[in-house]
């Protein structure tokens, strides 16, 4: 992963018992500097790969959560979280114990009532072996109940071909947990993407996964595709899922932890579009939606969920300061009318402007400081109701 990609340096987690570089293993967890995670195919710290032939962890890193409303290029399913990277596919052996990291950390978020580890509450795999017989790797299976157990759901890619894994196999999506949850890959004309495995019994949903533009690791954004991009869209669905402030449903999760974690991968299942081309595919037949999946929570613990935006939002104003023409970026959750008034700093109003009538969406006026004397002024923006408005602090220089 870029650790240093403007859009995943404030998503990404960092071990708060580790002193970065000391050269000691500070939270006696017998990684010595794991600040952010751990390379197990390496034996070593180093999980940021950018410049250095790393292509993958960045593109699904983004879509779990590239950063937010921050004027850089795309935003992941969650526009803040904290993503822990291992690096761990060389062996089957480094893929049990980067599990186990996670676990222990769990553990101990558990039994110490959130002061110490970390709230791990999904892992993506977007690895796997196609046509592995999940009965030879017991072990590997097995880690799935263990992290369930603590509180942790998992996240697997299924294979990119077209085989059907119930027949054929495949790890990890072929192991049998109700703790795993297995996807394949669907595109923009909401059908399985012909490359990608299937099986009625083993694969719980799909999700996008087919021209994900994403970031990329080495620095930029451009388009990520398979079921490698399928994955982190439902495991980034979970951690939405588990941000909500619904007092019932957090409660209980270092006490009930198991329960909190089942009843989150039935709000996934449950929430699905039917989409035709899973059916009899798939086990829910259908293709992951964020949202329904969102409104199974409220309506579960009886809660009503909260609105979407209802009023006007700045999004950007530029330049500021400005010598003559300003422009404001901003959205309306509906058609509406707009007028824009300018007040200097003695609060007189100088200039009315009447933009007109707007649709639904994101919009982009200028405003014309021309005749106005230097100085500060301020600018309100009014909808057809005069108490939705912004303001906003202009230097006309």
Request: glycine residues 10%; charged residues 20%; hydrophobic residues 35%.
């Amino acid at each position: 992963v870029n650790l240093n990609h403007p859009d995943l340096r404030d998503n990404i987690w960092t071990n708060q018992g580790e002193i970065p570089n000391n050269n000691i293993d500070d939270d006696n967890n017998g990684f010595v500097d794991d600040y952010y995670g751990w390379n197990f195919n390496e034996g070593n710290n180093d999980v940021g790969r950018s410049g250095n032939g790393g292509w993958h962890g960045s593109p699904v890193a983004g879509i779990i959560g590239a950063t937010g409303n921050n004027d850089e290029g795309v935003c992941g399913v969650n526009l803040k979280v904290k993503i822990l990277n291992l690096v761990a596919n060389d062996r089957i052996e480094n893929i049990v114990r980067a599990y186990d990291y996670i676990l222990r950390l769990r553990r101990k978020y558990n039994k110490t009532q959130g002061k110490e580890g970390a709230f791990v509450v999904v892992s993506n795999a977007s690895l796997g072996i196609d046509k592995g017989d999940p009965l030879k790797h017991p072990i590997w299976c097995q880690m799935y109940n263990l992290l369930g157990e603590a509180g942790i759901l998992s996240v697997a890619a299924t294979a990119n071909a077209a085989i059907n894994v119930d027949a054929d196999g495949d790890l990890p999506t072929a192991c049998s947990s109700e703790f795993l949850i297995s996807v394949t890959n669907t595109n923009s004309n909401d059908e399985k993407e012909s490359s990608a495995a299937y099986g009625k019994e083993h694969i719980d949903l799909g999700a996008p996964g087919t021209g994900v533009f994403t970031i990329e690791n080495e620095g930029g954004y451009g388009a990520f595709g398979g079921t490698s991009a399928a994955s982190p869209h439902v495991a980034g669905a979970i951690a939405l899922l588990y941000s909500v402030k619904v007092l019932d449903f957090i409660s209980g999760v270092w006490d009930r932890p198991a329960e909190k974690a089942l009843l989150v991968k039935d709000f996934i299942l449950k929430g699905v579009d039917p989409i035709e081309d899973l059916q009899d595919r798939s086990v829910t037949g259908g293709r992951l939606n964020v949202y329904k999946s969102l409104l199974e929570l409220y309506e579960h613990y009886d809660v009503e969920m909260p609105e979407t935006t209802t009023k006007m939002v700045l999004n950007k104003v530029y330049p500021n300061p400005t010598k003559d023409d300003l422009k404001i970026q901003f959205y309306v959750p509906n058609k509406t009318h707009i007028s824009i008034h300018i007040y200097n700093a003695l609060g007189a109003k100088m200039r009315e402007e009447v933009i007109g009538l707007v649709d639904e969406g994101n919009h982009e006026v200028a405003v014309s400081f021309f005749n106005l004397r230097k100085g500060l002024y301020s600018i309100r923006m009014y909808t057809n109701n005069l108490n939705d408005f912004f303001a906003t602090k202009i230097i006309l220089e």
